[in-house]
């Protein structure tokens, strides 16, 4: 493994020019790894109303089981990017497949609410190190001019892991029961496991070291720098809005609007597409407006704001409203490879790892919250302002954003 030498300045060199052909396999790679993580994301939620059913639990009881997932997840975000860092992204990135594995294996003999929380232990593990891993491999191995273009893929596959998480799971519940949908999913992991570790060359990061007389302390520098913690606000808020969608507008689309449990979780998977449409959308507008991502993103935070609102009120009836909450992610979507390159800009040279870490770790905080916060509103049949308060902690997150822009250098 080859090592990139810090001078005292912190600052590596630029990459050299990499074949088009290479960057689409390296992007392709991650873009499946990242698909893989945002499946684990959704292990659980899509299953609520069986467990709920089968095992006998609360609201509250099956949103503490994601508060665990991404207090794992986000405590160990932030410390995995200092072993990617130090390491390089290929053998953390297998590890974590492992642990996927094990989560799926562990869902498929759950015997109870203990099983469950197993699977978000290990799958909360498995999540942890992903946003470090991909954009150290993505801001290191991809031609600068195409950044904007693998920013948008790796979202987009990441909105296409959530929308198939639901309907495999729902597939398999259907034909075979709940616990044969893990076993698949382990199959799957395993499977794309095979294949990085086929393609692994395309993988490799460089490991970061600091001159020997490099100032003193300079790896945890970083975190003086406000702009990182208006990154990281930005990152806590915007996911307490999609923690809702995840978890709980199916369970409040049922109930308020008396939909199938079937078209409930169609909406799910449909505002995963409309996310990925989006994002796809939003790679090009990132492309062309570097310079104003960050007001980029607070107009697409406010429009998925205004649109959950008005999901809320429920005047468009049950099919109306669930056509709306798809459309957020559209909305929403656009914003995400502008909100990438925001933290690019953001991040300081040769702490990639470590500032993507601290800063995504604001996102996996926010689905930690989020479920015991809606949780209880759910509880007490409180659905529309489950909803509107979703809406609010989206539009605080424009604040943040135009926060980020005014303290990054253009």
Same mark, same amino acid.
Request: aromatic content about 12%.
């Given at each position: ?6 001078? @005292?300045?912190? +600052?590596?060199? =630029?990459?050299? $020019? *990499?074949? &088009?052909?290479?960057?689409? /396999?390296?992007? #392709? ?127 987009? @596959?990441?909105? +296409?892991?959530? =929308?198939?998480? $639901? *309907?495999? &799971?729902?597939?398999?519940? /259907?034909?075979? #029961? ?133 999901? =809320? ?9 669930? /056509? ?87």
């Amino acid at each position: 493994m080859n090592t990139v030498i810090l001078d @005292s300045t912190g +600052l590596d060199a =630029a990459p050299a $020019p *990499v074949p &088009l052909k290479d960057d689409a /396999a390296i992007i #392709g790679l991650v873009g499946l790894a990242h698909a893989s993580s945002h499946f684990a994301h959704l292990l659980l939620p899509p299953l609520f109303p069986v467990f709920a059913t089968e095992f006998g639990l609360s609201f509250s009881q099956l949103g503490f089981l994601m508060t665990v997932f991404f207090i794992i997840s986000g405590s160990g975000q932030a410390a995995s990017g200092f072993l990617v860092d130090r390491v390089g992204a290929r053998p953390v990135l297998f590890g974590s497949f492992l642990c996927f594995i094990c989560a799926c294996l562990a869902g498929y003999v759950a015997q109870g609410y203990a099983g469950l929380m197993l699977v978000a232990v290990l799958a909360g593990l498995g999540n942890a190190p992903f946003h470090p891993v991909d954009f150290s491999i993505l801001n290191q191995r991809v031609s600068t001019r195409r950044l904007g273009y693998a920013f948008s893929a790796h979202g987009l @596959s990441g909105n +296409l892991g959530w =929308a198939l998480t $639901p *309907v495999f &799971l729902l597939f398999f519940t /259907a034909w075979q #029961g709940w616990r044969s949908g893990y076993l698949a999913a382990a199959a799957l992991y395993a499977g794309i496991l095979l294949l990085l570790v086929v393609k692994r060359r395309y993988l490799r990061t460089e490991v970061v070291s600091h001159a020997h007389d490099a100032p003193q302390g300079r790896g945890m520098a970083f975190m003086k720098l406000p702009v990182v913690w208006w990154c990281f606000s930005f990152f806590l808020l915007s996911t307490m809005t999609l923690a809702v969608v995840q978890a709980f507008a199916s369970p409040i689309m049922q109930a308020v609007h008396h939909v199938s449990f079937e078209a409930a979780t169609t909406m799910i998977t449909a505002y995963m597409l409309c996310g990925a449409l989006g994002i796809f959308a939003g790679g090009f507008v990132a492309a062309r407006m570097p310079h104003h991502s960050d007001r980029v993103v607070a107009w697409s935070m406010s429009a998925g704001a205004l649109l959950i609102v008005l999901a =809320a009120t429920g005047w468009l009836g049950g099919f109306g409203s669930m /056509a709306v909450l798809a459309a957020t992610g559209f909305a929403v979507g656009v914003g995400g490879p502008s909100r990438d390159m925001m933290i690019k800009k953001a991040t300081p040279k040769g702490a990639t790892g470590r500032v993507y870490g601290t800063v995504y770790s604001g996102l996996d905080m926010g689905f930690a919250i989020a479920p015991l916060i809606y949780g209880f509103f759910m509880d007490r049949a409180m659905y529309t302002a489950t909803l509107m308060l979703a809406a609010v902690f989206l539009t605080l997150s424009v604040v943040a954003a135009l926060g980020v822009g005014k303290r990054t250098p253009v």
